[in-house]
């Protein structure tokens, strides 16, 4: 239950974030909105994302992000097949309803990543790290997953089944076995 909760909460932050997001891309914020700072949210996480390139609704297929500081990146509803994010830090980016079918993942810190209804189809996800991912409604058929860490993430019971059959390895950072962190 306590991970259920946890998943919960991280999938309402990433709520708040996508609404802040698209906020943001609709138009200005009323200045009432954007000084008040009461409730924890405002102008501090409002500057955290001006700060990063908005990929939202681009095709990104074959560009190369290999290293790259991705944290928070929204690439929701991007194309970005055959894309290589490996090594790349993705905390907490937004990948809903993208398609990365094809693309490299291996070794990306995807941790607390919003990907739900995303094509991750033949993707590579060696080595990476997507602990407090949500993903529903995602596709991982024929995905790589060698040594990557799913602890605390919320999939769709099909697709953990369909993972716990390719199940193997551990993860090199965090010393956790990929069947485990699906509960297989």
């Not at 990433?14 to 009461?38: C, K, M, N, Y």
């Not at 190369?64 to 970005?80: K, P």
């Amino acid at each position: 239950m306590p991970n259920l909760l946890l998943s919960l909460r991280r999938w309402l932050n990433h709520f708040l974030i996508s609404a802040l997001l698209i906020g943001l891309a609709v138009g200005p914020i009323e200045a009432v909105q954007a000084l008040d700072t009461s409730s924890g949210v405002g102008l501090q996480d409002k500057a955290l994302f001006q700060a990063r390139v908005d990929y939202t609704l681009t095709n990104q297929s074959g560009h190369d992000f290999h290293g790259q500081d991705l944290r928070n990146t929204s690439f929701a509803g991007a194309v970005g097949r055959g894309a290589d994010f490996s090594a790349a830090d993705l905390h907490g980016a937004i990948f809903t309803q993208g398609a990365f079918a094809d693309a490299d993942f291996r070794g990306a810190d995807l941790s607390d990543a919003l990907m739900d209804r995303a094509d991750f189809t033949g993707t590579d996800l060696r080595e990476a790290l997507l602990s407090g991912v949500i993903a529903s409604g995602s596709s991982f058929a024929g995905a790589r997953i060698e040594g990557a860490d799913f602890s605390d993430a919320l999939l769709d019971r099909d697709d953990v089944r369909r993972l716990c059959q390719d199940a193997e390895g551990v993860h090199p950072g965090t010393g956790v076995a990929t069947r485990d962190s699906l509960g297989c």
